[in-house]
């Protein structure tokens, strides 16, 4: 491939194509639009409908569709040709301005929380012209935002806009308090890394608990595992390196800057991660870059896994959001200055995001909650279920002596230059990394490492960038009022650090000291996705969102309960898969095995009453002690389910799921996969560990 600068964005009508396909005015119309968040002129949107579809249709296009992110999670499209009747027998391919701007696909579908009456099944998409459109299986796919007839918003979009505009906002003040009136916007950045596995699809689609569920429900381990390491950075097998550069061609004709591609800790498992991008973008960019990977690997006789966790005792899949604010004359706001002012104002900028995530560590770790990362977070592999956040050794110290109003000294001083007019100067600290860290400042950005892979990056961006602009606000508010801004700025620094340093944490996340001293130091530790989810609609939270109209409490409400039916749903399918797999394929395998291995016994002792029968009979008897105990925990799993599935309270329903399915599933598990150690491998119904994992 020498041709990647052509290719790169070919399918995507981004500025490049626009300019050359729109008169001037209507492109800077346009621009201004994508650039400034100016509202679109209607009058340029049949102008701009025209010149997609003829770009389109160049480029094989026959259909075109609105492109949304339902609460689903994932993307939905609703097709439709060019295709017109010209009123004499013919056709020919249309698009209107209106059928750029507005859809209407039937929404009755997709999940409201019960924002939608069921006699209103009617919702709308709405044209986000700040992303660009782009062509996919020949059909030209429009990024639209997705709410209900009343106005709220049923996708995952909206807010994340709104949050941006908010954002902005506040950040443009506090540059302006420094002296900066050339940026006109301020952008937050992602980049979003995401991990992935790759098994052999023939193996996958003998498992319905991967069929079904996306992970394995049961398995016992392979005789290896990760412990040696070896997969880390390994050399890529050619059949998953087929696969990569496929994926790669393919996300750059999309324009997605995907960057590096590695082995991961697990074995089968991968990395994939993009150059950052403006947050909306990145957010599009992540679900194309899920959605590929499934197609692209089906092409290559693969299934991949997504899922937070599809192996016990192996290492789950996460996805780290790398963050940071930038103005649009490409200045990173998190990257420490080498002059007083810029320090100050990083140290400011830094001050906010460590208050921030201080006041609403309940509201980030909901937007990390599903039932699949449950199992991921705190487990020795992925941070645990308190928020904190790591600074490194320098910035740390630095805030320290801000704190103690002690001189900031280091050995190396010839290396930082100390006692400046307001605040220590110093350089940027990339050397010391936490790995455990759920928060982690990265040099010149944070990087949030406790989303599931399976995640939309939304959600955790939305509330990064609304309660950092809710600190700002109160931030500029005061130094707009102060009388003496140094002495105001560096007083509301040290206040700030003093009372949030709680948050920062620089050792080992995964320790159980730890777990006790962020008790002490009163950070909550929300353990699971029921225990976390409430939050969302406390007083406290609900007030931060509706005060910069992020979300209205109705919205609130409602992603409350599509969050809570999301993970009792996920439960409840995985409990009735397990049943399923453990009542036609497991229980009839054991059976049958014993059944052979009791005749075998029985001629054996025929031939001879001097043969010994000891492994059979032991084996017989051992295997049928763990039927029972597989059809009882059965049983009773079955009843469970079916009392949380009657619940006619949400929350009940979830809490159900918790305390009474997982358990038992649980033991459902232990029984079958004890089994499966001692039942011959002819017998064995589906692949395991060991054929899935090193499969390729
Ligand atoms: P790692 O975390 O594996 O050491 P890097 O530090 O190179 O890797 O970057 C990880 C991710 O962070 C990449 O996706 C990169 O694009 C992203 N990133 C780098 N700078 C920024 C920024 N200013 N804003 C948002 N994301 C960024
Ligand atoms: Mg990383």
């Given at each position: 491939m020498n041709n990647i600068p052509e290719i790169f964005g070919s399918m995507v009508?981004?500025?490049?194509?626009?300019?050359?396909?729109?008169?001037?005015?209507?492109?800077?119309?346009?621009?201004?639009?994508?650039?400034?968040?100016?509202?679109?002129?209607?009058?340029?949107?049949?102008?701009?409908?025209?010149?997609?579809?003829?770009?389109?249709?160049?480029?094989g296009a026959t259909h075109y569709t609105h492109w949304f992110q339902p609460l689903t999670g994932v993307t939905a499209e609703k097709h439709d040709s060019f295709i017109t009747p010209d009123g004499n027998g013919s056709i020919i391919m249309e698009f209107s301005g209106r059928e750029l701007i507005k859809g209407e696909p039937d929404a009755s579908s997709f999940p409201s929380g019960g924002l939608r009456a069921t006699f209103e099944a009617r919702g709308y998409t709405a044209w986000d012209p700040t992303s660009y459109a782009f062509i996919k299986d020949d059909t030209l796919c429009i990024p639209t935002a997705f709410c209900s007839y009343g106005g709220e918003s049923l996708d995952k979009k909206t807010p994340l806009l709104r949050s941006m505009e908010v954002i902005n906002k506040q950040a443009l003040r506090i540059l302006r308090l420094f002296g900066n009136t050339e940026a006109t916007r301020v952008l937050t950045t992602v980049g979003p890394e995401q991990e992935y596995f790759l098994i052999d699809k023939q193996m996958y689609e003998k498992r319905e608990d991967l069929k079904f569920c996306d992970r394995t429900l049961y398995g016992a381990p392979a005789p290896k595992g990760q412990e040696k390491d070896d997969h880390y950075f390994g050399t890529i097998k050619p059949r998953v390196m087929a696969f990569m550069k496929e994926l790669d061609k393919e996300l750059w004709k999309l324009g997605v800057l995907a960057k590096t591609e590695h082995n991961e800790a697990a074995p089968a498992q991968h990395e994939l991660a993009p150059i950052?991008?403006?947050?909306?973008?990145?957010?599009?960019?992540?679900?194309?870059?899920?959605?590929?990977?499934?197609?692209?690997?089906?092409?290559?006789?693969?299934?991949?896994?997504?899922?937070?966790?599809?192996?016990?005792?192996?290492?789950?899949?996460?996805?780290?959001?790398?963050?940071?604010?930038?103005?649009?004359?490409?200045?990173?706001?998190?990257?420490?200055?080498?002059?007083?002012?810029?320090?100050?104002?990083?140290?400011?900028?830094?001050?906010?995001?460590?208050?921030?995530?201080?006041?609403?560590?309940?509201?980030?770790?909901?937007?990390?909650?599903?039932?699949g990362n449950d199992l991921r977070l705190g487990g020795n592999e992925a941070p645990p279920a308190i928020i904190s956040m790591f600074l490194g050794d320098e910035l740390s110290d630095i805030i320290n002596s801000i704190i103690k109003d002690t001189s900031y000294d280091r050995k190396d001083a010839d290396k930082m230059k100390i006692g400046a007019k307001v605040l220590p100067t110093f350089f940027?600290?990339?050397?010391?990394?936490?790995?455990?860290?759920?928060?982690?400042?990265?040099?010149?950005?944070?990087?949030?490492?406790?989303?599931?892979?399976?995640?939309?990056?939304?959600?955790?961006?939305?509330?990064?960038?609304?309660?950092?602009?809710?600190?700002?606000?109160?931030?500029?508010?005061?130094?707009?009022?102060?009388?003496?801004?140094?002495?105001?700025?560096?007083?509301?620094?040290?206040?700030?650090?003093?009372?949030?340093?709680?948050?920062?944490?620089?050792?080992?996340?995964?320790?159980?000291?730890?777990?006790?001293?962020?008790?002490?130091?009163?950070?909550?530790?929300?353990?699971?996705?029921?225990?976390?989810?409430?939050?969302?609609?406390?007083?406290?939270?609900?007030?931060?969102?509706?005060?910069?109209?992020?979300?209205?409490?109705?919205?609130?409400?409602?992603?409350?309960?599509?969050?809570?039916?999301?993970?009792?749903?996920?439960?409840?399918?995985?409990?009735?898969?397990?049943?399923?797999?453990?009542?036609?394929?497991?229980?009839?395998?054991?059976?049958?095995?014993?059944?052979?291995?009791?005749?075998?016994?029985?001629?054996?002792?025929?031939?001879?009453?001097?043969?010994?029968?000891?492994?059979?009979?032991?084996?017989?008897?051992?295997?049928?002690?763990?039927?029972?105990?597989?059809?009882?925990?059965?049983?009773?799993?079955?009843?469970?389910?079916?009392?949380?599935?009657?619940?006619?309270?949400?929350?009940?329903?979830?809490?159900?799921?918790?305390?009474?399915?997982?358990?038992?599933?649980?033991?459902?598990?232990?029984?079958?996969?004890?089994?499966?150690?001692?039942?011959?491998?002819?017998?064995?119904?589906?692949?395991?560990?060991?054929?899935?994992?090193?499969?390729?």
């Open positions: 009508f981004d500025d490049k194509a626009m300019k050359k396909r729109l008169p001037i005015e209507t492109y800077n119309t346009l621009i201004r639009t994508i650039h400034d968040g100016k509202t679109l002129d209607t009058d340029i949107k049949n102008e701009v409908a025209k010149a997609m579809k003829d770009w389109a249709i160049e480029k950052f991008t403006q947050t909306n973008i990145a957010t599009d960019h992540n679900q194309l870059i899920m959605e590929l990977m499934k197609k692209i690997a089906d092409k290559h006789g693969l299934a991949c896994l997504l899922h937070e966790k599809p192996f016990a005792g192996v290492n789950g899949s996460g996805k780290h959001n790398n963050w940071s604010l930038s103005t649009n004359t490409g200045e990173n706001l998190l990257n420490p200055g080498n002059t007083p002012e810029k320090n100050a104002q990083f140290l400011l900028l830094l001050s906010a995001v460590i208050k921030a995530v201080d006041e609403y560590q309940d509201l980030l770790r909901v937007t990390v909650s599903s039932a940027k600290d990339t050397t010391d990394r936490n790995r455990t860290s759920p928060l982690a400042f990265t040099g010149n950005k944070f990087e949030f490492r406790m989303l599931g892979s399976s995640f939309s990056i939304s959600d955790p961006n939305i509330v990064l960038n609304t309660t950092v602009a809710e600190v700002l606000d109160e931030f500029a508010t005061r130094l707009e009022s102060a009388e003496d801004f140094s002495a105001e700025l560096k007083m509301l620094i040290k206040e700030t650090l003093t009372k949030h340093s709680r948050i920062i944490f620089d050792g080992n996340n995964y320790s159980q000291e730890w777990v006790l001293d962020a008790e002490k130091r009163g950070l909550s530790n929300l353990k699971t996705t029921v225990d976390a989810l409430p939050k969302i609609i406390e007083r406290k939270n609900i007030e931060l969102f509706t005060k910069y109209k992020i979300f209205t409490e109705k919205e609130l409400y409602s992603r409350y309960e599509i969050m809570l039916d999301e993970y009792s749903k996920t439960i409840e399918l995985e409990a009735l898969t397990m049943l399923e797999m453990a009542k036609k394929d497991i229980i009839p395998a054991i059976i049958s095995y014993s059944g052979d291995l009791s005749e075998i016994a029985l001629s054996k002792k025929q031939l001879s009453r001097k043969i010994s029968t000891e492994v059979e009979e032991k084996t017989v008897e051992k295997l049928s002690l763990l039927t029972s105990s597989l059809y009882n925990a059965a049983e009773k799993l079955k009843l469970a389910v079916e009392n949380a599935k009657a619940s006619e309270d949400s929350k009940l329903e979830a809490a159900l799921c918790k305390d009474e399915l997982i358990p038992l599933m649980n033991t459902l598990r232990s029984a079958a996969d004890e089994a499966e150690l001692m039942v011959s491998k002819d017998y064995w119904p589906f692949p395991t560990y060991g054929d899935l994992l090193f499969s390729i």
